[in-house]
């Protein structure tokens, strides 16, 4: 195999592909990245076993041929390399070792033989549908924060999407929950994806599918079964194994007849919860909310470091209400809300509150308040 | 099937991201890997023993090798978390005996197949009245009857061979014997009316009349009812308006039998309709017979012209079984069933199964049937353990107290040594006897057992129950202590 | 607990319990019950009864024979709704029956459903707490029909059972728990399976407060707290 590419192109796909592998590894072929040239084309490809990424970009091969090499390394000697470079790869005859050249620079990688890359099955992906890379993007950006860090509960490691209705219209929905808070987003449901069973995206793909439609402004394929999807946009494909668990009834406990609304200015009220809580103890983060009419009122106490107070005006009109939150997850979904105001819908100090953005109806929020 | 590859990679697609650099595995690859498989499960089953073999691994499923690692498949979450944490390293252990490629084995679970039709996995159960019977009963018409319905069909086994006479039950077999035999009924013996307790051998002779009636003349129409179905039927005639076709099921009759007559009681729109019916036949020279568990005199909420009519007839008491009859009646139905049932455990049952015929048949059959089960030789002792239910009152709650007094006075110790901290063999092997017990007949927590035993920790606890599980296998004398100790606690 | 300011879960429930063959756990407490239930339709009467303490798995088992001979399920107090015709409207269509809590059971619907199912070569499989010959039935004809079929008892859980119970409580639950999890609780806590459903459910619901692995220290703590905390079933 022998090729060259320019420095910018390759970076950029080496970037993405190395992102997949994991810093530790027992099996030394996962750390490496499988460099395939072609006519005119070289591709990049890395896995971790759950989740396989592969990347095209264009370079000029004179000999054809397929290698891997440590990812890292190769992703952090292209880095370094003055940005203009023309770089080139060539495999020894003996397959042993690839040499990068740029400039006056040299390097020599061990190698692995290609045959012994793994090769993700993906199986018959029955479903197929594009989405609007920037609803994509919507979905993640507002849920991924409710995603559980727990491995104790593997099947709330993830977004799950599936298609629903919301009064009447079609949606295509994606979810996430820990338990404490939840986070539910709606777009149009893409043409094709009606039928497609509710899988459960792991928390890793979500993370690389980000990077990947950062970039993009077009659209993604998505392909999936009940066990794997494959989401293809421009050059770079992923396809990831599917969470094997079964997502809980989350409607249940999204409330519907909170009658206890509130609405905030969103930014100030953001900057007030991010005052008032330095004071709060670092393990609970526990701030109270004490509602009136026309106000709010944000305290915190802590046995330690001392109280806060800080007052911001408020649209209410119900029944006066004190309800304690932990005040990062309140940041945390006020940081989702790009509209002017949020808008919380409450019932009482024990049950779940629901919070909106006032100028946007496609994504909700329930958040479980604390007892303080 | 939209599921996870398993197996060869012959149906996989190649994905496109990845570079395939060859098959994985060839077909001669995927029949060495199941041979594989079939020697580990070879020496699997050897040491953890066929069932939980079949329990564990029955439906495990062989995947594949990949880059040393072998993947399996488990039908349930729960298999699969139970043979990873139990077998993982076994398997994994084995495997490497016979290929040195192998680095890990994984678990995984199948995702459901869509689910199979019931249909597929349900044995019938053999329907015990042969279409033989069936065929000459009189179907009730559409209107009344659902479909295919047939009017109850006798039980094959009660006929007049196998009923087993004695003092208590003679009369009324006598009369019963009559009745089948008779050419036409006299108005002296119609109705018969049978009586006796419950589960004496009402429904035998009923069951016994009709099958000797149809065979000596299969054209003969008997139609047998229990006092239920009679009253079923016809609150669905009147349900669904259509009494005539109830009426008609009993116009062609010659001979009417009911069961448990005294069901029909305090219904009065039933038992109105139930005099007719009756009268109507008795009109008409037709033969009647009723069962009942009380005589006619005692049917309170009869009307007293129905009493007086029902008594008309011939009345035949069947009484309290004696032991000669039961023992009697057990040997003939272990003949029949061709067991062989030591005397010793007939005598046993005959002597404490004394309530009535039924539950005595039925206690033999129960014992007969454990025997098949468990593959245990018949035996007193295995009857009783069988029958406990029926032969204790109650399952008593052993409490750790009396655990400590039954122990303590069985090895003559005091009873204050079973919370002493003092450890000579003759106070600790007994307090280790004790606390094995407590954790068998008790539900408490070791912790909880330890603190009864002198605030010992529950470490202290599960070294006892282990010594004594040991020292049961290696002593005699100790298995027989905890045997009899335990069974003086269980009452 | 262990702090006063604690934050709320959100009740997102857990996934039933599963019922079905391959996940009961067979044992010295269960083997005979579980034989005789392999062995339908060879029974020797109309009716069985599996009894045991709360929680041994005879409404599991119960379930899994329902599945095998595609019987009704039902519960005792659902018996007491119907009426006779409904019964035997029930028979005909069902032909086979499986009773949970059957001592909630009026005596004469179930005399009513046993007779019924008689007649049409059905079966009644019976789930209680005692055997029908503890049960102080005022109709002598039921008594003696129940007490004349199997009555087959099933035992509290041996230490292998109780575990696996353990770990079926948490599958049922899809939580993973830490190595040794499983063998530290079955040491430590009552040997009843009523006693394992109420602390998975309380190892779940602190985990999930507390944003906490299930952990041997977490299992101490709930272990600990166990006799002051209500125990929701």
Redo the contacts between chains.
Sequence with gaps: MKLTIERAALLKALQHVQSVVERRNTIPILSNVLVTAQKGRLTLAATDMDLAISETVDASASKTGATTAAAHTLYEIVRKLPDGAQVELETSTDGNTLTIRAGRSRFSLQCLPPADFPAMTEGDLPHRFQIAASDLKGIIDRTRFAIS???????LNGIYLHAAQAGGTPVLRGVA??????ARVEVPLPKGAGEIPGVIVPRKTVNELRKLVEESDGSVDIELSDTRIRFASGHVTLVSKLID??F???E??IPTGNDKVLTVPCKEFAHAVDRVSTISTE??R?IKLAVAKGVVTLSATSPDAGSATEEIEGDYKAAAIEI?F?SRYLLDITEQIAGAEARFLMADA?S?TLVRDGADESALY?L????? | MSRAPRGGGTQDRQSEIVVFAGRDMEEQGRRELEGQWGRVCDRLRKEIGD?AFK?WFG?VELGELKLGKIRLYA?????R??VG?HYGDRVLAYWQSVNVEVKNVEVNLVPPPTPRR??E???V?????SPGYAQPMPRLGPAIG?GD?VV?APEGRYTFANFVVGKPNEFAYAAARNIAEQDRPLPERNPLYIFG???LGKTHLMHAIWHALRERDPRTRVLYL?A??F??KF??AL?TKNTGAFKEMFRNVDVLMVD?VQFICGKETSQDEFFFTFNSLVEQNKQIVLSS?KPPSELHDLEERMRSRLGSGLVADIHASTYELRLSILQSRAEAARVPVPAAVLEFLAHKIN??I??L???L??V???GQ??GREITVEMAQDVL???LR???RKVTVDEIQQRVSSYYNIKLAEMSSPRRARAVARPRQVAMYLA?QLT??????IGKRFGNRD?TTV?HAVRKIEELKVSDNSIAEDVELLKRQLQG | MA?????????????TE?W?R??F??SPANR?AL??IE???D???PALTL?G?PGCGRTHLGRVWA????AETMTGTDIAALD??AL??LA?RAR?VFIDDARLAPERGLF?LY??LR?R?G?LLLAAD?????WEIRL??L???L?????I?ID?PDDELLG?IL??L???R????A?GV?AYLV??????AD?ARGLVAALDRR??TE????DRRLCADVLGGLSNEPVDR
């Design positions: 860090n727990e491995e104790t509960r593997y099947y929950t820990d338990g404490h808070r939840l668990g079964t809980p009834d989350y249940r406990v393990k609970s526990a304690g932990n024990g779940p329930v479980m308040p604390m007892r303080v | 069932k329990t439906e039908p349930t979450r729960f298999v978390d139970w944490r019931p249909n996995i349900i044995a159960p053999p329907v015990p009245s659902r319905e109850q307790g419950v589960g229990t239920e179905s009253v079923n609150i669905h349900r448990d568990e309530t009535n039924r539950e048949e039925g206690a059959n129960r007969v049937a454990h089960l468990i406990h239910d029926l009152q109650a399952d954790k539900t408490l927590s070791l912790p909880q529950h599960m | 702090e006063a300011r604690r934050q709320l879960t959100l009740d997102v429930g857990h996934r599963t079905s391959a996940d756990v067979e005979e034989g005789w062995r339908w339709p029974w020797p009467a009894y303490p599945a095998r001979a595609e006779v015709a035997a409207e005909s086979r009513h007779n019924l007649e070569g079966h005692r055997p029908p010959a503890q002598p004809d008594a003696s029909r007490r004349a079929s199997p009555a008892a509290p696996s770990l079926k948490f599958a049922d899809q939580l993973h728990a190595p499983i040491s430590r806590m009552e040997r009843s006693a985990a999930l944003g906490r692995e299930i």
